[in-house]
């Protein structure tokens, strides 16, 4: 998960919280509110209509027409009753007066010279009813009751329509709230993405990038730091090519006249044994010279690449087989093509070259006399390949990851002259281009080594499960 969206969930997260512990409350509050409201409207009009009442219980058309207006009013219904709890007049029709109603508790508590008011649920109609009593008084003495009854049910509509308004307030106030998260997350990770960007970019080789200085002090204080190592890390890397550069460059002609000098003494010398002396020396000359030029391909390594171009493999291959021809022949080591196509990778013809002279090196260092060193190259899904295969005794358990590292000499080339960069270089040249070096032993003995390079024409993404079928990726 990214900063930025870490940081928008907690501050998301923060603000509903202080949300719900502001609104909570005041949804409380605002139903007892509306309820307040409504049972003190309800006792103002009851009480008015028992004071209006006084004196006219005796006046059933009067009584029926005051009780009709209030009912009106109230949204419910409204009827009276004299001293005995006889209804008088009803706001819903003339069809329950003169009924009793002594026994309902409202009634009876207003017979008693005392107001009611509550909640009950009425049996006859199936829903939850607001009440409200109060009693008649004539000179004193109760003459009669009022009572109005009203649902319930639009008062809680009302408490719920005005909780969802509270809710629909709530939600575009958390809204609002993500919207400026956002920007401001933007704002605290744009600096880290930029100095993120800056990061790889060092990585790719581009030794001269640096991050922007921007955001607070504290990122800004990173960014400074990081461009600070970047500095001296280019450098160190600058001067650590140059010197290996120099070395190389300044150490080849001394090495030259020094294989010179000793080819011409080698044909000055008549003694057997000096003569042997001499072209021992000269070779470990040409080991000298051979060192110093992978040192030479391994300063390149991390320098950021030029443009890939079109290389045809097999003319590499070709020339490859031609240069390395006659050094096999003299270890009576046959050398054989076997293609698939026509493929082209996106490299370099100079590094295809090099990475093709140190396998086939390799491989017939370490081959038995009479066996064969087998190239190939054809092209899978978005890789362009060419291996070296051979029958010699491969890599021991375990030694695949260690082979490809500097001046490694696993147990095959124990007994063998060599320094130990030959596959070093390879991994190194084809990770240059985006490709990589596979190693995979036989199961009839021999090491196999694939260098992949990407295809001219293959889609960026590639074949999904492509790098899960190839050797070496069981």
């Known amino acids: 998960m990214s900063l930025r969206v ?30 307040a409201e409504v049972r003190a409207e309800s006792a103002t009009q009851v009480a008015l209509v028992a004071t209006s009442a006084a004196g006219e219980l005796d006046r059933p058309a009067e009584l029926r027409e005051l009780v009709e207006e209030a009912a009106e009013g109230l949204g419910g219904r409204v009827i009276a009753t004299d001293a005995e709890g006889i209804v008088v007049a009803d706001s819903a029709g003339r069809g329950l007066e003169g009924a009793d109603y002594s026994g309902r508790p409202e009634i009876a508590q207003a017979l ?5 008011q509550g909640r009950r649920e009425s049996a006859s109609l199936g829903e939850e009813l607001l009440f409200t009593a109060a009693p008649v008084l004539e000179r004193g003495q109760v003459a009669g009751a009022v009572r109005a009854t009203q649902s319930v049910a639009a008062v809680d ?41 800056a990061a790889r970019r060092v990585a790719e ?15 800004r204080d990173v960014a400074e730091a990081f461009n600070e190592m970047a500095t001296r890390l280019e450098a160190v890397l600058t001067a650590q090519r140059e010197f290996v550069a120099n070395a190389s460059h300044q150490l080849r002609t001394p090495l030259t006249g020094l294989r010179l000098r000793l080819e011409a003494a080698e044909g000055l010398a008549r003694d057997e044994e000096l003569h042997a002396e001499l ?7 040409d080991r000298l010279a051979a060192l110093l030029r992978n040192l030479l391909v391994l300063a390149r390594e991390g320098e950021e690449r030029p443009e890939p171009r079109p ?15 006659a050094e096999a022949q003299a270890e009576g080591i046959a050398l054989a093509a076997r293609d698939e196509g026509v493929p082209v990778a996106l490299a370099s013809a100079t590094d295809v070259g090099i990475a093709l002279d140190n396998l086939l090196e390799n491989a017939i260092k370490y081959s038995p006399r009479g066996s064969t060193v087998t190239v190939e190259w054809g092209e899978r899904g978005r890789y362009a390949y060419v291996a070296v295969a051979d029958e010699g005794p491969g890599l021991a358990p375990g030694e695949e990851a260690a ?72």
């Not at 709530?170 to 930029?194: C, D, E, I, M």
């Not at 290389?311 to 021809?325: D, F, Q, T, Y």
Request: net charge negative; no cysteine.
């Open 279 to 285: 072209a021992a020396a000269g070779r470990e000359v």
């Open 403 to 474: 082979a490809t590292e500097r001046f490694f000499r696993g147990s095959a080339g124990a007994g063998t002259q060599g320094s130990g960069l030959g596959l070093a270089i390879v991994r190194a040249l084809a990770q240059r281009w985006g490709g990589e070096l596979v190693l995979e032993n036989h199961e009839g003995g021999g090491l196999r080594a694939e260098v992949r390079l990407p295809a001219r024409g293959a889609e960026a993404g590639g074949d999904a499960g492509f790098a899960n079928s190839l050797p070496g990726r069981r």
């Open 112 to 116: 008693r010279g005392e107001n009611a």
């Open 157 to 197: 509509r009302e408490i719920r329509e005005d909780i969802l308004v509270l809710v629909a307030v709530g939600v575009v106030a958390l809204l609002f709230g993500v919207g400026v998260a956002w920007l401001l997350a933007g704002f605290l990770t744009r600096p880290l993405q930029s100095l993120a960007g």
């Open 205 to 219: 080789g581009d030794l001269g990038a640096r991050a922007p200085v921007a955001g607070s002090r504290e990122q």
């Open 6 to 35: 870490t940081l928008l969930l907690a501050f998301a997260y923060a603000l509903l919280i202080v949300l719900i512990a502001l609104e909570l409350p005041l949804a409380l509050n605002l139903s007892n509110r509306v309820e």
């Open 311 to 325: 290389v045809e493999l097999a003319e590499e291959v070709a020339e490859a087989l031609a240069r390395w021809e």
